[in-house]
């Protein structure tokens, strides 16, 4: 399984920006999909994931309300669209997947990582 993010760039607080995750390989070796995030100098934290059968959603809070993830399964593609852009959601963004029975937080849980976009929210 391969995963291709895109969509990152560079844009002004209050913005908005849509990230993509496609994903290469079979359907059955993901069971989830999740986003996370690494700002300069911190750990590599949860953002949201979503249940690719089931379509279930899970946001952390401190973007709840504000981002939205989705997917597209003929595509076999995720998206996570961002508004409301704040400077302290400026990070490398990485798009995951799992093959567990069941959404989570934590990222050693996913087994298969993208290789990372790059977000930068200016003030």
């Known amino acids: 399984v391969q995963l291709q993010a895109s969509g990152g760039g560079l844009v002004q607080a209050g913005g908005s920006l849509r990230l993509s995750c496609a994903a290469s390989g079979p359907p059955s070796s993901f069971y989830v999909m999740g986003w996370f995030r690494r700002a300069p100098g911190k750990e590599r934290n949860f953002v949201a994931t979503?249940?690719?059968?089931?379509?279930?959603?899970y946001y952390a809070d401190s973007v709840k309300g504000r981002f939205t993830i989705s997917r597209d399964n003929a595509k076999n593609t995720v998206y996570l669209q961002m508004n409301s852009l704040k400077p302290e959601d400026t990070a490398v963004y990485y798009c995951a997947a799992s093959g567990r029975g069941y959404s989570s937080v934590i990222a050693d849980d996913y087994n298969y990582w993208g290789q990372g976009t790059q977000v930068t929210v200016s003030s």
């Open positions: 979503i249940g690719w059968n089931d379509g279930n959603t």
